[in-house]
Structures are given as C-alpha cells and as structure tokens.
C-alpha cells in the first residue's frame, strides 16, 4: 500500500502512519538532564511573571524537518498538528507517542516535482481546527483554503477572488460563528508561476454563505488571530502587526497600527521573525518577532520574550488546559508550560 493510500486509511481508522525519518537538528541547544532548552527567557514587566512561570523553558520535542509552521492544537484528538512546508507535509505529534505523518500531500498536488529543500514552500501553511475537529489548512502549492472533513476528502472554501487565482494563503483564524480570516501574500508561488492578483489581500470566509470577501488590500499580511471576545482582528503587516476592529457580524473596519517592533527600547536581539500569532484568554498578544516568541499586552507594551536565537514561525497554545505554548523555532518543535491560557479552555 502506498503511504499516500496508507494515510488515507489511517485517517479513517485511527492507524498511526509511520513518522517521517527525521534528522538531528544542526544546531542543538543546551541540555537540561534529558530535555535539550532552546534559547532563553527575558522577562521586561512584572505582568509578564503572572502569564510565564519563573522556572519555564523552552524544550525541544521534535527535530529534523525543514521549515515548521502553522501549529494547530486538535481538541479532540489531543494532539499537535504542524507543517512542515517545503516538504509538504502535516505532523502530529501527541504526548507520549512523538511524531508521525498525518496528512500528505498537503499543500501541492501538481505534476511538477516541488519542494524538498529550503526555500521552495508547495505545502501547507497555517493550519487551525475548528468547533468539529476539522482541520483547515492555507495550501500554498494549490493556491487555497481547504477544509479536511472527517471522512478523509477535502473540501475547497476559497480559490479565486474575482476569477482570479490566489496568490499563496498563508495563515487563517476561525470565528466563533464559523467565518475564516485569512492572509494571501505570494512566499508559495513557484518560481515564475504568473500571479493573477496585482495585490496580497486579507480575506473573510462567510460561513452562512461561503462567500469570499476582500477585508485589505493595501497590506504586507502574514499571520493572523482574534482577541479572546472576537471582536479585533490581528494581522501581521510586513514587520509590524495592525489590528482591524470587527463588527457583530463578522465585517471589519479600517486597520490601525498596533505595534513597530522597531520602537521598542528592549535591546536589539538575534532570531525571530515578525510571523504568525496568538491570543490568549486574557487577550494578551503571543507573537514571533524580534528574537524569538514576544509577549505583548492587550495595551501594546512588550512584557517579556522567549529568545530563540533562531528563525521563529508560528506558535499555538494546546495541551488538555490550554497551557502550553507550541513553538515553531525553524526545523524544530518545541514547546513550554506556561500559566497563560489559550482561548476556549
């Protein structure tokens, strides 16, 4: 059976696919007993002792992919989903079992042989899994916003925009009432794949209709996440993050600055990257930035960093109290317990 077919069957049976043959990362962090730390904790307001323990590390769980992204924690499953991009493919990994293959292809379907090597992203993004247990993935490669139903098949939520073909969907976040925001820059586009939009949009995903809707237009966008009562929207904007207000039903209002990482007074630092982004339950602003994972209050202010000292993607908080924080640092996973709560636990 090929692994394609044998995915398919164990997505339907609950078989454990073999994991990818990983590699050792390159650059190994220090150890701590039998736990390899990443990085460091800087801690620059006393707000951010009540949402990061004194004692917490960032801890290596998984290595050896290429590039990381789009962590998603499934509810039901009690596992973490994440994507590994350039060899399009989504991992699981779940306490106490490590990682395996959970779904590929996924992002890039074409004949044209892609990805492999870094630089080159066919596959999927962002990923988010919403009230069902039903994983929705950004598909670089294919240029869309699917949604994978619980008997195995796909289901295309967005492709075209006026007829014209997305550029590369990047990142997306779910309202409580079904909607899908997200962000469509061009970092999946093949080298000399022809663009058919002449800009990188940020969209809206009706859930009563399914209609597309453009929110931005005028933007650099990449990551993307609601505040804990829905009512903001954040979106990464080249190296900053801008906020969108959003009405009761679903529509947003014009973006406004939130923060310039470049204001900040926090001495300068290596790694990061101005990337994906998460609320927490008390609306505090989880994002990768300069130097690794930022902590910013509700209000803007910088509380307290988890300094990589590595190229940092995306994050999401998971675990069955929705207290550890999933990390994105490069070509590996790592995560850390934190006192802060994602939202919906």
């Known amino acids: ?129 919403d009230a069902q247990g039903r994983l929705h993935l950004c598909e670089h490669g294919d240029r869309r916003v699917t949604r994978l139903e619980k008997d195995g098949k796909k289901t295309v939520l967005a492709d075209k925009y006026l007829d014209k073909r997305l550029n590369s969907p990047n990142d997306l976040a779910i309202h409580p009432n079904g909607d899908i925001y997200f962000t469509d820059p061009p970092y999946g586009l093949d080298k000399g794949a022809k663009r058919e939009l002449d800009f990188t949009g940020v969209y809206r995903i009706n859930a009563k209709d399914g209609k597309l809707s453009l929110i931005a237009k005028d933007l650099n966008p990449n990551g993307i996440t609601l505040s804990p009562d829905a009512k903001k929207l954040y979106v990464t904007n080249g190296s900053k993050w801008v906020v969108f207000p959003v009405n009761e039903d679903g529509t947003t209002g014009e973006a406004k600055l939130f923060v310039d990482p470049a204001q900040w007074t926090a001495p300068k630092v290596k790694g990061g990257g101005v990337d994906g982004l998460k609320c927490d339950s008390q609306g505090n602003i989880w994002a990768t930035g300069p130097g690794g994972v930022c902590v910013m209050a509700p209000d803007g202010t910088l509380l307290g960093r988890f300094l990589t000292g590595d190229r940092t993607a995306n994050l999401c908080f998971g675990g069955e109290d929705g207290q550890t924080l999933f990390v994105c640092v490069n070509h590996r996973m790592a995560k850390v317990r934190v006192t802060a709560k994602g939202i919906g636990w």
């Open 1 to 129: 059976m090929s692994r394609t077919c044998l995915l398919c069957f164990g997505l339907l049976t609950g078989f454990v696919v073999p994991p990818l043959a990983a590699q050792e990362p390159k650059t190994p962090g220090k150890t701590d007993g039998t736990k390899e730390i990443i990085g460091t904790v800087e801690r620059l307001d006393p707000r951010f002792d009540s949402l990061v323990p004194k004692d917490a590390q960032l801890e290596k769980i998984a290595a050896g992919y290429i590039w990381t992204e789009g962590a998603a924690w499934h509810k039901s499953g009690k596992f973490l989903l994440f994507s590994d991009i350039p060899n399009n493919v989504v991992i699981k990994w779940k306490e106490g079992e490590g990682t395996s293959e959970f779904l590929k292809p996924s992002g890039y379907t074409g004949d044209k042989p892609r990805g492999g090597k870094a630089g080159d992203e066919p596959g999927s993004n962002g990923l988010a899994v």
